[in-house]
Protein backbone atom coordinates (compact mmCIF):
# COMPACT_ATOMS: atom_id res chain seq x y z
CA UNK A 1 0.00 0.00 0.00
CA UNK A 2 1.07 3.31 -0.40
CA UNK A 3 0.89 5.49 2.21
CA UNK A 4 0.15 9.37 2.61
CA UNK A 5 0.45 11.02 5.89
CA UNK A 6 -1.04 13.78 7.32
CA UNK A 7 0.05 16.12 9.99
CA UNK A 8 3.45 13.87 9.83
CA UNK A 9 5.34 17.17 11.95
CA UNK A 10 2.80 16.18 14.82
CA UNK A 11 3.10 13.24 17.59
CA UNK A 12 0.82 10.56 15.92
CA UNK A 13 1.44 11.65 12.37
CA UNK A 14 5.20 10.77 13.14
CA UNK A 15 4.86 7.77 14.27
CA UNK A 16 2.37 6.73 12.06
CA UNK A 17 4.85 7.29 8.99
CA UNK A 18 7.52 5.28 11.00
CA UNK A 19 5.13 2.24 11.37
CA UNK A 20 3.61 2.27 8.11
CA UNK A 21 7.20 2.49 6.50
CA UNK A 22 8.53 -0.29 9.35
CA UNK A 23 5.83 -2.67 7.96
CA UNK A 24 6.85 -2.33 4.54
CA UNK A 25 4.59 -0.05 3.21
CA UNK A 26 6.22 2.97 0.42
CA UNK A 27 4.90 6.43 3.27
CA UNK A 28 5.24 9.75 2.27
CA UNK A 29 4.32 12.99 4.97
CA UNK A 30 3.50 16.31 4.71
CA UNK A 31 1.97 18.90 6.81
CA UNK A 32 1.25 22.21 6.72
CA UNK A 33 4.36 23.68 4.75
CA UNK A 34 3.18 21.28 2.01
CA UNK A 35 0.04 22.93 1.85
CA UNK A 36 -2.78 23.78 3.96
CA UNK A 37 -5.62 21.58 3.81
CA UNK A 38 -8.44 23.62 4.54
CA UNK A 39 -7.38 25.32 1.17
CA UNK A 40 -9.58 23.99 -1.47
CA UNK A 41 -6.74 22.73 -3.83
CA UNK A 42 -3.82 21.46 -1.54
CA UNK A 43 -5.76 17.93 -1.08
CA UNK A 44 -6.33 17.46 -4.88
CA UNK A 45 -2.71 18.87 -5.46
CA UNK A 46 -1.09 16.11 -2.77
CA UNK A 47 -3.45 13.41 -3.54
CA UNK A 48 -2.07 13.45 -7.45
CA UNK A 49 1.55 14.17 -6.47
CA UNK A 50 1.97 11.05 -3.99
CA UNK A 51 -1.09 9.13 -5.50
CA UNK A 52 -1.41 7.03 -2.34
CA UNK A 53 -3.62 3.99 -1.64
CA UNK A 54 -4.71 5.29 1.78
CA UNK A 55 -4.48 8.63 3.18
CA UNK A 56 -3.90 8.89 7.09
CA UNK A 57 -5.48 11.70 7.98
CA UNK A 58 -3.84 12.70 11.64
CA UNK A 59 -3.47 16.94 10.67
CA UNK A 60 -5.59 18.82 12.95
CA UNK A 61 -6.02 21.81 14.96
CA UNK A 62 -5.47 20.35 18.28
CA UNK A 63 -5.02 23.07 21.23
CA UNK A 64 -8.32 22.37 22.51
CA UNK A 65 -9.07 25.13 24.83
CA UNK A 66 -7.73 27.69 22.37
CA UNK A 67 -10.04 26.38 19.85
CA UNK A 68 -13.21 28.22 21.98
CA UNK A 69 -11.56 31.54 20.80
CA UNK A 70 -10.52 30.78 17.91
CA UNK A 71 -12.77 28.92 15.79
CA UNK A 72 -12.56 29.87 12.58
CA UNK A 73 -9.24 28.39 12.81
CA UNK A 74 -10.32 25.22 14.48
CA UNK A 75 -13.45 24.39 12.19
CA UNK A 76 -10.89 25.20 9.43
CA UNK A 77 -8.41 22.60 10.07
CA UNK A 78 -10.74 19.88 11.45
CA UNK A 79 -13.70 19.91 9.31
CA UNK A 80 -13.07 22.05 6.20
CA UNK A 81 -10.07 20.62 5.45
CA UNK A 82 -10.95 16.68 6.44
CA UNK A 83 -13.82 17.51 3.72
CA UNK A 84 -11.64 18.57 1.45
CA UNK A 85 -9.55 15.37 1.92
CA UNK A 86 -12.63 13.33 2.01
CA UNK A 87 -13.72 14.72 -1.73
CA UNK A 88 -10.47 14.18 -3.09
CA UNK A 89 -9.96 11.01 -2.05
CA UNK A 90 -13.56 10.41 -3.30
CA UNK A 91 -12.72 11.66 -7.01
CA UNK A 92 -9.70 9.65 -6.92
CA UNK A 93 -10.58 6.11 -5.32
CA UNK A 94 -8.09 6.31 -2.14
CA UNK A 95 -9.07 5.21 1.22
CA UNK A 96 -9.14 6.99 3.53
CA UNK A 97 -8.18 6.90 8.17
CA UNK A 98 -9.47 9.97 9.99
CA UNK A 99 -8.22 10.16 13.51
CA UNK A 100 -10.69 11.21 15.66
CA UNK A 101 -11.43 11.86 19.56
CA UNK A 102 -12.91 11.11 22.86
CA UNK A 103 -14.35 14.58 22.69
CA UNK A 104 -17.00 13.89 20.26
CA UNK A 105 -19.07 12.39 23.35
CA UNK A 106 -20.06 14.02 25.74
CA UNK A 107 -18.77 12.36 28.63
CA UNK A 108 -22.19 11.76 30.88
CA UNK A 109 -21.91 7.87 30.64
CA UNK A 110 -20.44 6.18 33.91
CA UNK A 111 -18.87 3.20 32.07
CA UNK A 112 -17.87 5.30 28.91
CA UNK A 113 -18.22 4.92 24.73
CA UNK A 114 -18.75 2.20 22.54
CA UNK A 115 -18.61 3.16 18.61
CA UNK A 116 -22.23 3.16 17.71
CA UNK A 117 -23.16 5.96 20.27
CA UNK A 118 -24.43 9.07 19.28
CA UNK A 119 -21.79 11.96 19.05
CA UNK A 120 -22.54 15.06 21.78
CA UNK A 121 -19.55 16.88 21.90
CA UNK A 122 -19.44 19.80 25.04
CA UNK A 123 -16.44 21.91 23.22
CA UNK A 124 -15.79 23.48 20.32
CA UNK A 125 -13.11 21.12 19.24
CA UNK A 126 -15.03 18.49 19.48
CA UNK A 127 -17.78 19.52 17.41
CA UNK A 128 -15.14 20.31 14.46
CA UNK A 129 -13.54 17.11 15.04
CA UNK A 130 -17.27 15.56 14.67
CA UNK A 131 -17.74 18.17 11.33
CA UNK A 132 -14.77 15.44 9.99
CA UNK A 133 -16.54 12.48 11.12
CA UNK A 134 -19.37 13.21 9.27
CA UNK A 135 -17.68 14.02 5.74
CA UNK A 136 -16.21 10.86 6.33
CA UNK A 137 -18.31 8.20 7.22
CA UNK A 138 -20.61 9.22 3.93
CA UNK A 139 -17.91 8.27 1.72
CA UNK A 140 -18.29 5.31 -0.68
CA UNK A 141 -14.90 4.57 -0.77
CA UNK A 142 -12.79 2.60 2.35
CA UNK A 143 -13.00 4.46 5.43
CA UNK A 144 -12.55 3.91 8.85
CA UNK A 145 -12.74 6.47 11.59
CA UNK A 146 -10.20 6.17 14.52
CA UNK A 147 -10.67 7.72 17.57
CA UNK A 148 -8.36 7.57 20.37
CA UNK A 149 -7.63 9.87 23.71
CA UNK A 150 -5.18 11.19 25.38
CA UNK A 151 -2.27 10.56 23.23
CA UNK A 152 1.63 10.89 24.14
CA UNK A 153 4.56 10.29 22.08
CA UNK A 154 7.53 11.65 20.71
CA UNK A 155 7.11 15.27 19.98
CA UNK A 156 7.61 18.73 22.27
CA UNK A 157 4.37 18.73 23.95
CA UNK A 158 2.08 16.82 25.87
CA UNK A 159 0.70 15.83 29.09
CA UNK A 160 3.96 13.50 30.14
CA UNK A 161 5.99 16.17 29.33
CA UNK A 162 4.40 18.80 31.26
CA UNK A 163 3.97 17.02 34.16
CA UNK A 164 7.87 16.01 34.30
CA UNK A 165 8.42 20.17 33.51
CA UNK A 166 6.35 20.98 36.36
CA UNK A 167 7.75 18.44 38.70
CA UNK A 168 11.43 19.93 38.14
CA UNK A 169 9.90 23.44 38.51
CA UNK A 170 7.43 22.90 41.62
CA UNK A 171 7.45 20.78 45.06
CA UNK A 172 3.59 20.05 44.38
CA UNK A 173 1.60 19.63 41.40
CA UNK A 174 -2.60 19.43 41.39
CA UNK A 175 -4.03 17.35 38.70
CA UNK A 176 -7.80 16.88 38.08
CA UNK A 177 -8.96 13.55 39.53
CA UNK A 178 -12.65 14.03 38.37
CA UNK A 179 -12.07 13.16 34.62
CA UNK A 180 -11.57 9.74 33.46
CA UNK A 181 -9.82 8.56 30.44
CA UNK A 182 -7.35 6.10 28.26
CA UNK A 183 -3.65 7.17 28.08
CA UNK A 184 -2.83 6.21 24.79
CA UNK A 185 0.87 6.24 23.46
CA UNK A 186 0.98 7.25 20.16
CA UNK A 187 3.66 4.37 18.48
CA UNK A 188 1.35 2.06 19.84
CA UNK A 189 -1.50 3.51 18.50
CA UNK A 190 0.41 3.84 14.84
CA UNK A 191 0.94 -0.11 14.84
CA UNK A 192 -2.68 -0.37 15.28
CA UNK A 193 -3.41 1.44 12.37
CA UNK A 194 -0.68 -0.84 10.11
CA UNK A 195 -2.84 -3.77 11.23
CA UNK A 196 -6.13 -1.93 10.83
CA UNK A 197 -5.12 -0.55 7.33
CA UNK A 198 -3.94 -4.04 6.51
CA UNK A 199 -6.73 -5.86 7.63
CA UNK A 200 -8.94 -3.60 5.27
CA UNK A 201 -10.81 -3.23 8.05
CA UNK A 202 -13.99 -0.33 7.78
CA UNK A 203 -16.35 2.09 9.57
CA UNK A 204 -15.72 3.44 13.19
CA UNK A 205 -13.08 1.86 15.51
CA UNK A 206 -11.92 3.29 19.09
CA UNK A 207 -8.45 2.42 19.59
CA UNK A 208 -6.35 3.50 23.39
CA UNK A 209 -4.32 1.76 25.19
CA UNK A 210 -6.10 -0.89 27.69
CA UNK A 211 -6.75 0.82 31.29
CA UNK A 212 -8.67 3.88 32.48
CA UNK A 213 -7.40 6.34 34.27
CA UNK A 214 -7.96 10.01 35.92
CA UNK A 215 -5.11 12.39 34.77
CA UNK A 216 -4.10 12.61 38.39
CA UNK A 217 -3.84 8.76 38.35
CA UNK A 218 -1.66 9.21 35.36
CA UNK A 219 0.50 12.13 36.92
CA UNK A 220 1.39 9.81 39.93
CA UNK A 221 2.34 7.02 37.33
CA UNK A 222 4.77 9.65 35.58
CA UNK A 223 6.13 11.01 38.83
CA UNK A 224 6.42 6.74 40.09
CA UNK A 225 8.08 5.91 37.45
CA UNK A 226 10.70 9.13 36.84
CA UNK A 227 11.19 8.21 40.48
CA UNK A 228 9.80 10.99 42.25
CA UNK A 229 7.77 10.92 45.44
CA UNK A 230 4.03 10.52 43.80
CA UNK A 231 2.95 12.18 46.98
CA UNK A 232 3.76 15.41 45.16
CA UNK A 233 0.81 15.10 42.35
CA UNK A 234 -1.84 16.09 44.47
CA UNK A 235 -5.98 15.63 43.46
CA UNK A 236 -7.89 18.54 42.46
CA UNK A 237 -11.62 18.73 41.12
CA UNK A 238 -12.30 20.16 37.75
CA UNK A 239 -14.00 23.06 38.82
CA UNK A 240 -10.65 23.68 40.98
CA UNK A 241 -8.89 24.09 37.46
CA UNK A 242 -11.21 25.78 35.43
CA UNK A 243 -10.36 25.85 31.50
CA UNK A 244 -11.72 27.74 28.66
CA UNK A 245 -13.33 24.34 26.91
CA UNK A 246 -15.86 22.14 29.21
CA UNK A 247 -14.28 18.79 29.31
CA UNK A 248 -16.27 15.43 29.39
CA UNK A 249 -16.28 13.82 32.80
CA UNK A 250 -16.01 10.30 31.68
CA UNK A 251 -13.71 9.81 27.62
CA UNK A 252 -13.69 6.29 28.57
CA UNK A 253 -13.65 4.58 24.36
CA UNK A 254 -14.81 1.06 24.66
CA UNK A 255 -12.81 -1.09 21.82
CA UNK A 256 -15.58 -3.62 21.04
CA UNK A 257 -14.95 -3.56 17.23
CA UNK A 258 -11.61 -4.55 17.68
CA UNK A 259 -12.43 -7.48 20.07
CA UNK A 260 -14.71 -8.85 17.85
CA UNK A 261 -11.87 -7.73 14.29
CA UNK A 262 -9.41 -9.67 15.88
CA UNK A 263 -7.24 -7.30 15.50
CA UNK A 264 -4.65 -7.10 18.52
CA UNK A 265 -5.68 -4.61 21.25
CA UNK A 266 -3.19 -2.47 22.72
CA UNK A 267 -1.48 -3.02 25.84
CA UNK A 268 -2.15 -1.61 29.31
CA UNK A 269 -1.03 2.09 29.02
CA UNK A 270 1.68 1.89 32.04
CA UNK A 271 4.13 -0.47 30.34
CA UNK A 272 3.53 2.12 27.50
CA UNK A 273 4.43 5.13 29.24
CA UNK A 274 7.19 3.13 31.40
CA UNK A 275 8.64 2.47 27.44
CA UNK A 276 8.43 6.22 26.79
CA UNK A 277 9.61 7.46 30.08
CA UNK A 278 12.78 5.43 29.36
CA UNK A 279 12.83 6.74 25.56
CA UNK A 280 12.52 10.33 26.65
CA UNK A 281 15.54 9.37 29.35
CA UNK A 282 17.51 8.02 26.71
CA UNK A 283 16.46 11.06 23.89
CA UNK A 284 15.57 14.12 25.33
CA UNK A 285 18.43 16.21 24.05
CA UNK A 286 17.84 15.19 20.73
CA UNK A 287 13.83 14.42 21.60
CA UNK A 288 13.09 18.44 21.09
CA UNK A 289 13.34 19.65 17.49
N1 LIG B 1 -3.43 14.85 21.24
C1 LIG B 1 -4.42 14.15 21.78
O1 LIG B 1 -4.47 13.93 23.00
C2 LIG B 1 -5.50 13.57 20.89
C3 LIG B 1 -6.58 12.90 21.49
C4 LIG B 1 -7.57 12.36 20.68
C5 LIG B 1 -7.48 12.49 19.31
N2 LIG B 1 -6.45 13.15 18.74
C6 LIG B 1 -6.41 13.26 17.28
O2 LIG B 1 -5.28 12.55 16.83
C7 LIG B 1 -4.73 13.20 15.68
C8 LIG B 1 -3.25 13.47 15.90
O3 LIG B 1 -3.09 14.29 17.06
P1 LIG B 1 -1.64 14.84 17.48
O4 LIG B 1 -1.65 15.04 18.94
O5 LIG B 1 -0.58 14.02 16.82
O6 LIG B 1 -1.70 16.28 16.77
P2 LIG B 1 -0.54 17.37 16.67
O7 LIG B 1 0.70 16.90 17.36
O8 LIG B 1 -1.16 18.69 17.05
O9 LIG B 1 -0.24 17.37 15.08
C9 LIG B 1 -1.16 17.82 14.14
C10 LIG B 1 -0.37 18.35 12.95
O10 LIG B 1 -1.31 18.82 11.96
C11 LIG B 1 -0.85 20.08 11.46
N3 LIG B 1 -1.97 20.86 10.91
C12 LIG B 1 -2.85 21.63 11.61
N4 LIG B 1 -3.71 22.23 10.77
C13 LIG B 1 -3.37 21.82 9.50
C14 LIG B 1 -3.90 22.11 8.21
N5 LIG B 1 -4.94 22.95 8.05
N6 LIG B 1 -3.32 21.54 7.13
C15 LIG B 1 -2.25 20.71 7.28
N7 LIG B 1 -1.72 20.39 8.48
C16 LIG B 1 -2.27 20.94 9.59
C17 LIG B 1 -0.24 20.73 12.68
O11 LIG B 1 0.60 21.80 12.31
P3 LIG B 1 0.86 22.99 13.41
O12 LIG B 1 1.36 22.34 14.66
O13 LIG B 1 1.89 23.85 12.74
O14 LIG B 1 -0.46 23.64 13.60
C18 LIG B 1 0.52 19.55 13.31
O15 LIG B 1 1.82 19.38 12.76
C19 LIG B 1 -5.58 14.45 15.45
O16 LIG B 1 -6.53 14.18 14.47
C20 LIG B 1 -6.25 14.69 16.78
O17 LIG B 1 -7.49 15.35 16.63
C21 LIG B 1 -5.45 13.69 19.50
Redo the contacts with the bound molecule.
Sequence with gaps: MRILV????????RACRDAFSSAGHPTAG???PE????EPD?APRLIAEYRPDRVV???????VDRAEEERDLAL???TT?TENLAAACAETGCAIT??????VFPGSAADGYGEADPRRPVNW?GET?AGGEVAVEVLSVPWQIV???????H?P??FVRTIRRLLAERPTVAVVDDQRGCP?Y?PDLAGLLVRLAEAGARGVFHGTNAGVCTWFAFAREIARLGGADPERICPCTTRDYPTPARRPACSILRDTRLAALGVGRLRDWRQALAEYLDWLDRNEETAIP
Excluded: I
Design positions: TGVRGQLGVDLGDLATHCAAYTAAANAYLSTDYYKRTSWLFGGVNTA
